[in-house]
C-alpha cells in the first residue's frame, strides 16, 4: 500500500522560506513521478510543480517560478519542495502526489497522478 506523508508545513513570515518534505513508503520501484499541488479556501486545487522519476525534468507552475523548486532523492523516496520569498497569496494546504502508471512525463493535471497524501498546512503571514 502506497502512502505519502508530507512534513515541513507551517507558519512563516511574508519573505521567509519553508522546506516541504514528502517521504513515499510502500513502492517497490523508483519509476515514479512525483509532485506539489495546493488548495487555497475557496479555491481549486491548482498545480505547483512535478519531476518525473529521475529527476531529470522538473516543472514549475509560473507564479513559483523563480522562488520554488522541487527536487527528488530516489533512495530515500522523498520529494522535496523548496520555497522562498513567500507570498501571502501562497497560503494553502499543499499536497504531494505520485504516479507510477507515466513516470516519464510531467504531469499537470491532478488526474495525472494516482497517489496523494493528506497535505500539510502552509501559512504565510503579511
Known amino acids: 500500500q502506497v502512502q505519502l506523508v508530507e512534513s515541513g508545513g507551517g507558519l512563516v513570515q511574508a519573505g521567509g522560506s519553508l522546506r516541504l518534505s514528502c517521504a513515499a513508503s510502500?513502492?517497490?520501484?523508483?519509476?515514479?513521478?512525483m509532485g506539489w499541488f495546493r488548495q487555497a479556501p475557496g479555491k481549486d486545487r491548482e498545480f505547483v510543480a512535478g519531476i518525473i522519476w529521475d529527476g531529470k525534468s522538473t516543472y514549475h507552475a509560473d507564479f513559483v517560478k523563480g522562488r520554488f523548486t522541487i527536487s527528488k532523492d530516489n533512495a530515500k523516496n522523498t520529494v522535496y519542495l523548496r520555497m522562498n520569498s513567500l507570498k501571502p497569496e501562497d497560503t494553502a494546504v499543499y499536497y504531494c502526489?505520485?504516479?507510477?502508471?507515466?513516470?516519464?512525463?510531467?504531469?499537470?493535471?491532478?488526474?495525472?497522478?494516482?497517489?496523494w497524501g493528506q497535505g500539510t498546512q502552509v501559512t504565510v503571514s503579511s
Open positions: 510502500g513502492l517497490t520501484t523508483t519509476n515514479y513521478k
Open positions: 502526489t505520485a504516479d507510477l502508471r507515466n513516470p516519464w512525463y510531467v504531469g499537470r493535471r491532478s488526474d495525472e497522478y494516482n497517489y
